[in-house]
Nanobody, 123 residues
């Protein structure tokens, strides 16, 4: 599975962005998927995850109530809607896919990583 993230950019604090992660190569519907981010000088951290059928979602405390993860298996795409953005959300955002959502949330059991997309939030 190849993952391609897009949708990053520069936005003012309080604004919104929607990231997309398009999968190709194998059926994406059998994988859990998620988003991670890495800010300069920091380790990569979990942001959000969704199970293979979209029934269960998980979020980092720092983004709960502001970010929404969703997926469209017919389009082999996972989305991250980011609202009420803050300067501390500035990071490179990566999408990932793995067999089990709980291990993906823990940052393990990740089979595939996409290249990142830069999100910059100005104050």
């Amino acid at each position: 599975v190849q993952l391609q993230a897009s949708g990053g950019g520069l936005v003012q604090a309080g604004g919104s962005l929607r990231l997309s992660c398009a999968a190709s190569g194998r059926p994406f519907s059998s994988y859990a998927a998620g988003w991670f981010r890495q800010a300069p000088g920091n380790e990569r951290e979990f942001v959000a995850a969704i199970d293979w059928n979209g029934f269960n979602t998980y979020y980092a405390d720092s983004v709960k109530g502001r970010f929404t993860i969703s997926r469209d298996n017919a389009k082999n795409t996972v989305y991250l809607q980011m609202n009420s953005l803050k300067p501390e959300d500035t990071a490179v955002y990566y999408c990932a896919a793995g067999g089990r959502v709980r291990t993906l949330v823990a940052g393990s059991g990740i089979n595939y990583w996409g290249k990142g997309t830069q999100v910059t939030v100005s104050s």
